[in-house]
Structure formats: structure tokens, C-alpha cells
């Protein structure tokens, strides 16, 4: 039986405190490079930000997998034409692994699709939390980089997966109200649960001045009322018509519209993310969960 299997007795059996002090020993041969994407508000293309994103990481020859955290009001799915036959719900039910309800994008891409209307995945449990961290930690042999696509707002599991990331990426517009709520988001994190770093990402800004503007303005209400807290500016992706045409259609901008200015602010924001990674600025892997979420 090897360590995995072990632990998943472990915690089927009810003995949470051996499996709690054994994760933390798991070191995998190959860690995966694992991102968050949060907002505070609906609305402000994250799911058009991760899925584009992929692409561009996929066509740099980089093995990409989306775990749709949104597990209640799924949409990577929906934005990207894909029906899948099983969700995270049959994993929860015993019916699936992981691996078994993985589905192919394009770029070839790998998602995780989460259910949609499904009131029971909203909020769950910690043994339902444990159980599926374990079965994500299996995939990370798969996989290159792992990009978590949470809920917007406040919830349990927005907090839960950004608590378990090494690096949370806050999508924010120009909008006052995305600014507000980005910053009602960072708060509860930073007050609530200790979470000292965030890196902003600009998303539909007319230049970069405007996208500097809202950073700017994000650090320093952040300064000023959350103390030792970092923000770091990731990037923008610029205003372009094309982004919506290419979610009418079920596509990426990158797959519709390769050379639009969008497109190219999201291969800009992939080559920056991989250059942080091989610089070895970022920590984050696929045992995040452990770490973090597990005793740390």
C-alpha cells in the first residue's frame, strides 16, 4: 500500500489526528506549481482569466490543469463548450476518482469540472475537505501547473482554497465596487486567517496607467488599515471586444483571436507567472494542502 492509500485509511477509519500529523511527511518527486484566482465580486472575467491563461502556459509547453473550485455554480465548462459526463459531485458519492472525471480542453488542457446547481457542494465539511485535497495531491505527478478557479466573494471554501495556495491571485476591474469588494476579500484573509500575500491582477483595463491606478489604490487602503500586509502588481489584461466575442462562442480569446491585444496580455502574464516560478519566488505546489491547511 503506498502513502496515499495509507492515508486515505487513515482517514476513512476516523483516526484524523494520524492522518493529520502523516500528510505532513508526503514529499512528492514532481511539484506542481499551484495558483488561486479569487475576486471579491462576480463578474470580473476570472474564469476567462484562468482559462486563457492555461492556454497560453499550455502553448509554452507547460502541462496545465483547472480545478473548477466554483463547486457549487460551475462554469470552466460552460465557457469552454465541454459537457462532462461526471463532476467533483461523483468523486463526493463514491462513484469516481479524480482522475476518472478529468476532461480535455483546448491546448490540451486538463479540468477538473465542479457540479452546477448542486446546494451540498457549497459548503463543505472538513472530512469532505480532506477528501478531496487527498485525491487533488494524487494529480500532481500529471500536471505542471494547477490553477484554482475559486468562487467569488466569502465563503468557506473561497477562504478554504486560498488559505491552502502559496500564491492568490485577486482579479480586480476599475469598477469602485470590484475595488471594494477585492478589498473586503483581502481583509477577512489577511485579519482573519493570516494571509500576508497577494499578487493583483487588472483584469479589462483601458491601459496601463488605468491599471496602475487601481493597484495603487488597492495598496493603500491596504497600507494604511491591514498593516504587514504585501500586495504585489502581477499584470493587466487590457479592455478588448474580443474577450466577449470569444465567450459567445464557447472559446478562448486565444484560440479565436490569437494576435488581439487580450491575447497577449494573457501569453505577457504567462511568461511572467513561469519566470517567477523559475526564479524560484514562488513555493507553491501541489502540497500546499498539507502545509498549510494541516498543522503549519
Not at 4 to 22: D, P, S, V, Y
Not at 147 to 165: E, H, P, W
Request: proline share 4%.
Amino acid at each position: 500500500m503506498n502513502q496515499a492509500q495509507t492515508l486515505r485509511e487513515w482517514k476513512i477509519n476516523g483516526n484524523m489526528a494520524e492522518f493529520h500529523r502523516n500528510s505532513r511527511h508526503l514529499q512528492p518527486e514532481h511539484c506542481p506549481m499551484v495558483l488561486s484566482f479569487s475576486s471579491g465580486k462576480g463578474g470580473v472575467g476570472k474564469t476567462s482569466v484562468v482559462t486563457n491563461l492555461a492556454v497560453a502556459m499550455a502553448d509554452q509547453g507547460k502541462r496545465v490543469m483547472i480545478l473548477d473550485a466554483d463547486l457549487g455554480l460551475a462554469n470552466v465548462d460552460v465557457m469552454l463548450g465541454l459537457t462532462p459526463k461526471y463532476t467533483t459531485r461523483h468523486v463526493f458519492t463514491g462513484e469516481k476518482n479524480l482522475e476518472e472525471i478529468l476532461i480535455q480542453g483546448p491546448g490540451g488542457i486538463l479540468i477538473l469540472p465542479a457540479g452546477s446547481g448542486i446546494p451540498e457542494l457549497l459548503n463543505l465539511n472538513e472530512s469532505e475537505k480532506l477528501f478531496l485535497l487527498n485525491e487533488i495531491e494524487e494529480l500532481g505527478p500529471l500536471v505542471d501547473v494547477l490553477l484554482v478557479d475559486t468562487a467569488a466573494g466569502i465563503s468557506d471554501n473561497v477562504i478554504y482554497f486560498n488559505m491552502a495556495t502559496q500564491q492568490r491571485i485577486i482579479v480586480v476591474t476599475p469598477e469602485p465596487t470590484s475595488i471594494t469588494d477585492a478589498y473586503a476579500l483581502i481583509k477577512v484573509l489577511a485579519n482573519q486567517h493570516h494571509i500576508k500575500k497577494f499578487s493583483i491582477l487588472v483584469n479589462w483595463a483601458r491601459n496601463g496607467r488605468e491599471a496602475h491606478r487601481v493597484y495603487r489604490q488597492l495598496s493603500t487602503v491596504a497600507d494604511r488599515f491591514l498593516g504587514l500586509i504585501s500586495l504585489d502588481y502581477l499584470g493587466c489584461i487590457p479592455r478588448d471586444d474580443a474577450i466577449p466575442r470569444a465567450v459567445c462562442r464557447q472559446k478562448t480569446v486565444l484560440e479565436m483571436y490569437p494576435d488581439c491585444k487580450a491575447s497577449k496580455g494573457f501569453i505577457d502574464l504567462s511568461k511572467t507567472i513561469l519566470n517567477v516560478r523559475s526564479n524560484n519566488h514562488v513555493d507553491g505546489n501541489i502540497k500546499f494542502f498539507w502545509k498549510h491547511l494541516l498543522g503549519a
